[in-house]
Every structure is written in structure tokens, then in C-alpha cells.
Nanobody, 119 residues
Framework: VQLQASGGGLVQPGGSLRLSCAAS????????MNWFRQAPGKEREFVAA????????NYADSVKGRFTISKDNAKNTVYLQMSSLKPEDTAVYYC?????????????WGQGTQVTVSS
């Protein structure tokens, strides 16, 4: 699965931004999509996830109530709506696709998009 993330940029604290991640390739095998982020000098951390069929969601405690993950199956695209952004949300945001081929599970990552929250 190939992933193309977009939508990052510079935003002021308290602002909003929407990230998109478009999937191509073996999209019929996807069972979940995720957003992770990595701040400078820190490890990559989980942000949010959504199951591809049912749309069940899961969030990191640090973003609950501020971020919303959603999907458009027809466009093979997952979104991350980010609101009430804080400087500590500054990071490179990555999307990850989880899919199954045969009996094996695979993860593929997108290239990342920079989000900077600063006044």
C-alpha cells in the first residue's frame, strides 16, 4: 500500500489544521489506518486510529477531544482534523496502513507531513 500524506503547515496556537492521507495499491486489504507523530528528539508516538470497515476510532489521551480521525472509503483517504492546537503538537505526522495479505499482517507508512504550531 502506498500512502501520500498532505495538509501540514504552520498554524498559531489554538488554530486548526486538517491532514489527509491517500492510499493506493492493495487498498482492498486494508483493515485499519493510523496517524502517528514524531517530534524532534522524541520517539514516534501513536495519535489516532480508525478501522476501515466499521469506522471504530481510538485516540491517544493527549489528543482526545481535540483531534478527530475520519475516513472516506470511496477515496481511500483518511483524515485527521486537528483543533485547539498546542505548541507541543508540533511534529512530523505520519499515516500508517495496516493490511492483510493471505494470513499475514503488514504495515506501510507514508512519508510524513510537518505540522508546526507557533505564534
Amino acid at each position: 500500500v502506498q500512502l501520500q500524506a498532505s495538509g501540514g503547515g504552520l498554524v498559531q496556537p489554538g488554530g486548526s489544521l486538517r491532514l489527509s492521507c491517500a492510499a493506493s495499491g492493495r487498498t482492498a486489504s486494508i483493515y485499519a489506518m493510523n496517524w502517528f507523530r514524531q517530534a524532534p528528539g522524541k520517539e514516534r508516538e501513536f495519535v489516532a486510529a480508525i478501522t476501515w470497515i466499521s469506522g471504530s476510532t481510538n485516540y491517544a489521551d493527549s489528543v482526545k477531544g481535540r483531534f478527530t480521525i475520519s475516513k472516506d472509503n470511496a477515496k481511500n483517504t483518511v483524515y485527521l482534523q486537528m483543533s485547539s492546537l498546542k505548541p507541543e503538537d508540533t511534529a512530523v505526522y505520519y499515516c500508517k496502513a495496516q493490511y492483510i495479505l493471505g494470513s499475514k499482517k503488514y504495515d506501510d507508512w507514508g512519508q510524513g507531513t510537518q505540522v508546526t504550531v507557533s505564534s
